[in-house]
């Protein structure tokens, strides 16, 4: 089914409840927020986009976010949701690969961005009010469950991203699992954005707009813990994804201020490692509003579990060994640990985690061959290494793959080794993270400079400026007259690592 039913539907039963709305400021309803999507539905598809068509969108957080993405439903399209904080030219990118007819964005991010034979519809632009004026679409484009609803791009662990096809039944199967094996969503929550919505947290969307719950934009466009505890009590029922990152920060400004996060229902947190410890705190200050979820992009939002009565219980003799766990698989997918041939492991020892479900995406947008390294059997084979105990609680110890995660976002060394080899005096680079108890992890480059050239960490950070977001460049560079590697050529990242260990 298409996802924009449940906007129809709820814009139906509930057109005068709250719907979209920017702090405590309430901006417009059920009702109101259909007619934009369906009126921006009819201006795409009045362009020819409709079924079988992808239209990108690159956007900060804000509430035009969730009319983009119900506006491109409502017209049968695929939505491509690009992660804001990306370079324009890695935005263009991922816009030519998804071969998408439109792009949706807001200038703050996109004002350079100028994609040829590309329709360009700025949400910052006079001529949009007129489009979300526009005659609507009676109703959405009917959606078969396989269509294409959402092409999110990873970032590439291979240098460039890879486009996961995700389908409208993938989403329901999402949704309801959420619902099934997470937590209840009541018509009186409220959905906050505080993470980028080109991920998980704008899929938290979807429950919410079935419930005609308040979909609610922070005033800061981001994530300021001291707004979210203000906000809290006066909204009441507050419901946010936020990466471990942020869990920290959020316990730390309650316990400064002596509150205990009054207003806020529930705090999904995901898409990195939490620590024991920083989870225990959260629960003693914060109290049982923790809930946690592991996920990827290929399997979105839903692998594992683990709901607030087992994040907050403390009465089980292997609570901590839970705590420190992702919990245990959703009701509607099969997960198993297997070893390299794909046999599953006994409980307690670490492979691969491998899952089959109703949420695993179609394989990779126009790659067979990274589907077929990836989809194997019928099986997600999630890159995860980890153990599942006799309880089917599931603990995640490694990465095969060599993401850095910080801040909750993933960085792919590769990436920026591939930028930093551009520059003239780079003549090879490691990249490889480094433990920061803020962050997760932080970016730390090992650089060794062509014969005669030297290069600095300040040149080698405005080079990076150039080529990669922000966000991806290195917080320290080292320099070494050569890297560590094996009889093979293979630099070895575990030496490096262990030098700065020794270095801490
Ligand atoms: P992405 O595809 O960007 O959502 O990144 C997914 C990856 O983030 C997973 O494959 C895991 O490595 C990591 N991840 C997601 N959720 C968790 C979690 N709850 N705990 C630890 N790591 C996680």
Redesign the pocket.
């Known amino acids: 089914m298409n996802p924009a039913e449940w906007l129809a539907r709820s814009a139906a039963l509930h057109p005068g409840a709250p719907a979209l709305m920017r702090g405590a400021e309430v901006l417009a309803d059920y009702a109101e927020f259909a007619r934009q999507a369906a009126g921006l539905g009819a201006a795409l598809a009045a362009r020819g986009l409709g079924p079988g068509a992808r239209v990108a969108v690159f956007m900060t957080n804000r509430p035009e976010y969730l009319v983009a993405l119900y506006a491109v439903w409502w017209a049968g399209a695929a939505v491509v949701p690009i992660n804001a904080k990306l370079h324009p030219r890695e935005a263009e990118w991922i816009i030519a690969n998804a071969g998408a007819g439109a792009v949706i964005l807001s200038e703050d991010v996109g004002a350079d961005l100028r994609p040829e034979g590309v329709v360009r519809l700025s949400v910052d632009a006079a001529e949009f009010a007129g489009l979300l004026a526009r005659d609507p679409l009676p109703a959405p484009a009917p959606m078969a469950g396989e269509a294409l609803a959402w092409l999110f791009y990873?970032?590439g662990t291979t240098g460039r991203p890879k486009g996961v096809q995700i389908t409208a039944a993938n989403l329901v199967a999402a949704v309801l699992s959420y619902l099934a094996d997470v937590d209840a969503v009541h018509p009186t929550d409220a959905a906050f954005y505080a993470a980028p919505m080109s991920?998980?947290a704008g899929l938290y969307n979807f429950m919410h707009v079935i419930r005609a719950a308040r979909h609610v934009l922070p005033p800061s466009g981001g994530f300021d813990a001291a707004e979210i505890l203000d906000l809290a009590p006066r909204l009441g029922d507050l419901h946010m994804f936020a990466a471990p990152t942020m869990v920290r920060r959020l316990v730390a400004e309650a316990k400064a201020r002596g509150c205990r996060g009054a207003g806020i229902r529930t705090i999904v947190?995901?898409?990195?490692?939490?620590y024991l410890a920083d989870i225990v705190e959260a629960v003693e200050v914060m109290g049982p509003r923790f809930v946690?979820?592991?996920?990827?992009?290929?399997s979105p939002m839903t692998i594992t579990a683990l709901p607030r009565e087992l994040v907050a219980d403390r009465s089980h003799a292997d609570w901590r060994a839970r705590l420190a766990s992702?919990g245990r698989a959703f009701s509607a997918l099969e997960v198993r640990i297997a070893g390299a041939d794909g046999r599953t492991l006994p409980p307690g020892e670490v492979g691969e985690i491998l899952v089959r479900g109703p949420t695993v995406m179609q394989g990779y947008w126009r790659n067979p061959r990274a589907t077929a390294e990836t989809i194997r059997d019928g099986w997600l084979w999630?890159?995860?290494m980890g153990a599942m105990d006799g309880a089917g609680f599931v603990t995640?110890h490694d990465?095969s793959k060599d993401?850095i995660?910080s801040g909750g976002t993933?960085i792919y060394p590769r990436e920026v080794e591939e930028a930093l080899l551009l520059h003239a005096a780079v003549a090879e680079v490691s990249v490889v993270g480094r433990p920061h108890p803020d962050w997760g992890e932080e970016v730390v480059a090992f650089v060794v400079c062509e014969p005669g050239q030297g290069a600095d960490a300040a040149t080698l950070d405005a080079h990076c400026r150039e080529h990669i977001a922000r966000f991806k460049r290195p917080k320290q560079y080292r320099f070494l007259a050569e890297l560590p590697k094996n009889n093979y050529g293979k630099v070895l990242k575990t030496d490096l690592r262990r030098m700065l260990e020794e270095d801490a």
């Open positions: 990873t970032s991920h998980g947190y995901g898409g990195g490692p939490m946690q979820i592991y996920g990827q992009g290929e992702v999630t890159g995860d995640l990465r993401v995660i993933n």
